[in-house]
């Protein structure tokens, strides 16, 4: 099913179409940032683990996007943007996280589980 949002603001206005048919990619970071005039160039990485032979990791750049500088200048704005209204709930999430993954790391590091023995992951 599509999703449409509007945005309406000051006489002027979009709507975003997100069709079923959307390819979503997990990157793991950023691998690296190439400004240019006039686009600028995003590369993604997923890592790929550690080579046992060098102990380096290895991280494949995925995928890259090209956006003009005045598209990248506002994602930037956007993420700023969204990370100061989200800010309380982020910290909040990230606490309960974080002490979510020490039990779970605990939990790992105390021994091995018997068979009768549940992990409860959440």
Request: no cysteine; proline share 4%.
């Amino acid at each position: 099913m599509r999703k449409k949002v509007e945005h309406r603001s000051d006489g002027q206005g979009f709507d975003l179409v997100f069709d079923d048919s959307l390819t979503e990619i997990y990157a793991d970071g950023v691998a690296q940032i190439i400004p240019g005039v006039p686009v600028t160039k995003i590369s993604f990485f997923s890592s790929a683990g550690i080579d046992p032979d060098t102990m380096v990791e290895i991280r494949p750049v995925k995928f890259q996007v090209a956006m003009t500088n005045l598209a990248w200048l506002e994602l930037v704005n956007m993420i700023v943007t969204t990370i100061k209204s989200n800010e309380a709930h982020m910290k909040s999430n990230s606490a309960i996280l974080d002490a979510r993954q020490d039990d779970l790391l605990a939990n790992i590091n105390s021994g091995p589980k018997t068979s009768d023995q549940k992990i409860n992951l959440l």
